[in-house]
């Protein structure tokens, strides 16, 4: 223990040195808290802006009848022969309905804490696919290996990674048992 004499001000006694006791172990904890505390904030806004920009990109998909990831993934420069199957007439409706409702229960799941880690593990999957019709190795779209869908990816393993102490919910509350 570190002992200080501090000095205190009292509008009746004036100034005096007080003898105050700090406790290191204490201190130690305080600030392991403090940053245990910007950390959980961090990762709960990451959850929100993430859950957030994904149902917004699926709704905006969901209410625009005309869209279709047709010309997106028919220009495909990696995986073409993949993409090529997926731009078919007869799977491309199939892989519309699941990019839209994807990206759309992605960001609720992240929204509401519910199925973080799954929806996390989807939303890789789903960046991945977005990412490898644009590579044209080292450079993709606007970018050299590196893209947002990659920077995307890297948040959702941060949420995978701290999700269970960090996030927040219905599914925190769920995990509690409240």
């Given at each position: 223990?570190?002992?200080?004499?501090?000095?205190?001000?009292?509008?009746?006694?004036?100034?005096?040195?007080?003898?105050?006791?700090?406790?290191?172990?204490?201190?130690?904890?305080?600030?392991?808290?403090?940053?245990?505390?910007?950390?959980?904030?961090?990762?709960?806004?990451?959850?929100?802006?993430?859950?957030?920009?994904?149902?917004?990109?699926?709704?905006?998909?969901?209410?625009?009848?005309?869209?279709?990831?047709?010309?997106?993934?028919?220009?495909?420069?990696?995986?073409s022969g993949l993409y090529d199957f997926f731009a078919s007439p007869s799977i491309l409706p199939i892989v519309d309905l699941l990019n839209e409702w994807g990206l759309t229960i992605i960001g609720i799941a992240l929204l509401t804490g519910l199925f973080i880690r799954w929806a996390s593990i989807a939303g890789i999957l789903i960046m991945l696919l977005y990412y490898f019709p644009i590579l044209e190795f080292p450079h993709v779209g606007h970018g050299y290996i590196v893209d947002e869908h990659i920077i995307y990816s890297i948040a959702f393993l941060v949420l995978i990674k701290f999700h269970k102490g960090f996030g927040y919910g219905i599914g925190k509350l769920i995990q509690r048992g409240e």
């Open positions: 223990m570190l002992h200080f004499l501090i000095p205190l001000r009292s509008k009746e006694m004036g100034t005096y040195p007080q003898k105050r006791t700090f406790d290191i172990k204490n201190e130690e904890k305080i600030i392991k808290r403090t940053f245990m505390s910007g950390k959980k904030i961090s990762v709960v806004l990451l959850q929100i802006g993430l859950g957030w920009l994904l149902f917004y990109s699926g709704i905006t998909k969901i209410l625009d009848p005309s869209w279709t990831s047709k010309g997106y993934i028919e220009n495909a420069k990696t995986f």
